[in-house]
């Protein structure tokens, strides 16, 4: 058997080296930048100076209150905890409270709000840790419980709340796969969405950020998408091609950030939805990210990435 050798077309050679080039340049300019960069120069670990034998858990939330103060939401044995803007320890919160820290959110009034995915509950307390309003029964999941006039609507495995400009309640109930809207003083006004990966359902309601045209963006994290609501629960838009959603929160005027705790990034995303920057990677040292969950951002643009699997706080610049 006499094999024949095929002879090398110059031309489609020349077509294969000029698709490569075409391929790396679009790879440099039309990506968004610094996916899987590790660069130990925009990111710090942050010394939260703890009492003697304390120490932090899985950190799900973090927000600043008005003041500066930073509020940790960790699911160690003290998981509400604040400390000052140099990051000493001022005071715990909720003693006893919580069992699955989750979700929290602080308004514009410095009202702490947070979600428990175990108790069921969203709670808002004040800076000394009084409780003003309770959301959900303790221990109780469930769709709604309104026999012999109780009119109490519960909750399940609850992951985040936010407020809108009129001091509307909306909750991201993850376990019954919709939203929930309250009045101000936690009376139900309506619910929408229940499972499925059509516009207006979801896989898993996460994080919920509200702006100041009063729009909600919620972060469909099973379906890897943000879907956008008015306030009567009429769907807007939706986004994809922006990872795995968790916690979403503003970064400026024209920009989200949020976490992807699957890839271990924190993506930049303008306000049409387009990924216009990935920076980090997983992993467990420095300016790397294991399941980046909590997120805030201060005044100076610096965000606070709180890691579950880490036990740690970074800020990335």
């Not at 409780?131 to 419980?145: A, E, K, N, V």
């Not at 026999?147 to 609507?153: A, I, K």
């Not at 920057?277 to 909590?294: I, M, V």
Request: hydrophobic residues 40%; negative net charge.
């Amino acid at each position: 058997m006499i094999l024949k050798l095929r002879k090398r077309n110059p031309v489609n050679k020349a077509l294969q080296v000029a698709y490569l080039a075409a391929a790396v340049i679009c790879s440099a300019f039309c990506a968004p930048s610094l996916a899987g960069v590790v660069d130990t120069s925009r990111t710090e670990l942050l010394d939260l100076k703890l009492p003697e034998n304390w120490y932090l858990g899985e950190v799900a939330g973090l927000e600043f209150m008005p003041s500066g103060d930073l509020v940790v939401f960790n699911r160690g044995l003290h998981p509400l905890m604040l400390f000052n803007r140099k990051g000493h320890f001022k005071r715990e919160l909720g003693i006893g409270l919580f069992k699955m820290p989750h979700g929290l959110s602080v308004d514009k009034e410095g009202y702490i709000w947070t979600t428990d995915q175990e108790t069921h509950q969203v709670l808002k307390m004040d800076i000394e840790g009084k409780i003003h309003l309770i959301l959900g029964r303790r221990d109780s999941p469930g769709t709604g419980w309104f026999d012999n006039g109780y009119q109490l609507n519960l909750l399940n495995a609850p992951s985040d709340v936010a407020l809108d400009s009129n001091g509307n309640i909306y909750v991201a109930d993850g376990g019954n796969f919709r939203i929930v809207k309250f009045d101000t003083d936690g009376n139900l006004l309506s619910t929408w969405g229940h499972k499925g990966d059509k516009a207006g359902l979801f896989n898993f309601p996460h994080s919920v950020y509200i702006d100041e045209r009063d729009q909600i963006y919620i972060t469909d994290r099973q379906n890897a998408r943000i879907q956008i609501f008015d306030t009567d629960g009429h769907f807007i838009n939706q986004w994809r091609d922006i990872g795995y959603p968790y916690e979403l929160e503003r970064y400026d005027e024209n920009t989200l950030i949020l976490t992807d705790a699957r890839s271990g990034e924190i993506n930049k995303v303008s306000m049409e939805g387009v990924v216009i920057e990935r920076f980090g990677k997983w992993g467990k040292r420095e300016s790397e990210f294991g399941f980046p969950h909590g997120l805030a951002v201060d005044n100076q643009g610096v965000v606070y990435v709180g890691e579950l699997l880490n036990w740690r706080t970074q800020t990335f610049r």
